[in-house]
Every structure is written in structure tokens, then in C-alpha cells.
């Protein structure tokens, strides 16, 4: 048994969560964005200190695509339970002494369920591991 699965929990502490309104803004501003229907997300890869996760982020739901507030509520509850649950796979592909700022936007016109919500969450992972490998494959990129 590996010691990496041993201290793995599957929780979403707060600092975890992509809060700072400066490294939001940064994060919008900067950061590389792609999509995973019905999810957008931007993310950037910076320093960090070793206190710190490898991975902060952040969950937005538009009042245009979703009207009333339970809706919302309600996919960003699901997006969370999602990603804390499947977090683990994308920590391990963060390089040392880095951090990745990531946002989830959901960009669906209609409201989703769990299952759905993790296939999505799933391929957004996937994604962001081939990203993240193809810099440390080719120097030179």
C-alpha cells in the first residue's frame, strides 16, 4: 500500500477553495480557458509554498443560464461533491513546489445530475492532466 493513499482524504477544505479576489482576477485574466460541456474552466499554474495545496479552485453557475438560486445552489453543490471525490488524480500531476488555480463555469442551460455532473467533472480532470503532462514531456515547449 502506498503511503500517497494512506493520507489521502476526500475533503474540500478552505484552503482549498480559490477565494482571494487578486488570484481570481489574476486567474481570469491570465489563465488558459477550455471547455468540457456543459463546463468551462480557466486555469493557471503558479508558484506556491509548501504549505499549501496543490490545487486551489473555484465554482461558478450564471444567474442567466439558471434562473433561481435553489438551481444553482444545487449544481454547485453537485460540481463540488464531484470534484472532491476525484480531486485525487489531478493533485498527483501537479509539479512541485507549483500550484493550479483552477475555475469551474457551468455553461448548461438546464440542470444536471450527479452522474452526469462527474462524467463532466472526469473529462475535465483527464484534460487538464494531458495539459499539465505536456509541458514536462517536451522541454522545449
Known amino acids: 500500500m502506498s ?3 494512506i ?3 476526500f475533503t474540500l477544505q478552505a484552503i ?7 488570484q481570481i482576477e489574476t486567474l481570469f485574466r491570465s ?3 477550455f471547455s468540457v460541456f456543459p463546463l468551462r474552466l480557466v486555469c493557471r499554474l503558479t508558484s506556491a509554498g509548501e504549505a499549501e495545496a496543490p490545487v486551489r479552485v473555484g465554482f ?17 453543490r453537485l460540481l463540488r461533491e464531484a470534484w472532491r471525490l476525484q480531486k485525487h488524480a ?7 513546489g507549483s500550484q493550479l488555480h ?4 457551468y455553461s448548461g442551460a438546464e440542470k444536471f445530475s450527479f452522474e452526469e455532473a462527474s462524467v463532466a467533472v472526469k473529462k475535465a480532470i483527464g484534460k487538464l492532466i494531458t495539459r499539465l503532462g505536456t509541458p514536462a514531456d ?4
Open 60 to 76: 461558478s453557475i450564471p444567474k442567466k443560464r439558471i434562473r433561481k438560486a435553489t438551481g444553482r445552489n444545487r449544481i454547485r
Open 102 to 105: 483552477l475555475f469551474f463555469i
Open 3 to 5: 503511503t500517497n493513499s
Open 16 to 22: 482549498e477553495r480559490l477565494k482571494l479576489r487578486k
Open 138 to 141: 517536451n522541454p522545449g515547449v
Open 90 to 96: 489531478l493533485y498527483q500531476q501537479v509539479p512541485e
Open 7 to 9: 493520507h489521502q482524504r
Open 31 to 33: 489563465g488558459e480557458a
